[in-house]
Nanobody, 122 residues
């Protein structure tokens, strides 16, 4: 079992920055990859970015490439998402996830956090 707890969401103006954190506990060694997804009101959950626990390979959705950066602090078992140049369309609940596959498919991730709200005003 892996427990994930996100933090760092909030309200920010367009062009601003936020850093989300996801603290992992439990059987974190069983995770192969971690990811961030987001869900805007009335829309399906969408992939944002993923990172391999070992090796650090990353993958980004085109919509965030060049603006968002995913990283892991293994000593703290914490996943981060640095979000720069935020746009109103980035407004969503952001979820971190953990799983055994490095994938953009949410079905590949077994464990999920409760989500943190990010709101970008224009």
């Amino acid at each position: 079992q892996v427990r994930l707890v996100e933090s760092g969401g909030g309200l920010v103006q367009a062009g601003g920055s936020l850093r989300l954190s996801c603290a992992a506990s439990g059987r974190t060694f069983s995770s192969y990859a971690m990811a961030w997804f987001r869900q805007a009101p009335g829309k399906e959950r969408e992939f944002v970015t993923a990172i391999k626990w070992v090796g650090g390979d990353t993958y980004y959705a085109d919509s965030v490439k060049g603006r968002f950066t995913i990283s892991i602090n293994k000593a703290k078992n914490t996943l981060y998402l640095q979000m720069n140049s935020l746009k109103p369309e980035d407004t969503a609940v952001y979820y971190c996830a953990s799983g055994s596959y490095f994938s953009e498919l949410d079905s590949r991730y077994y464990y999920w956090g409760q989500g943190t709200q990010v709101t970008v005003s224009s």
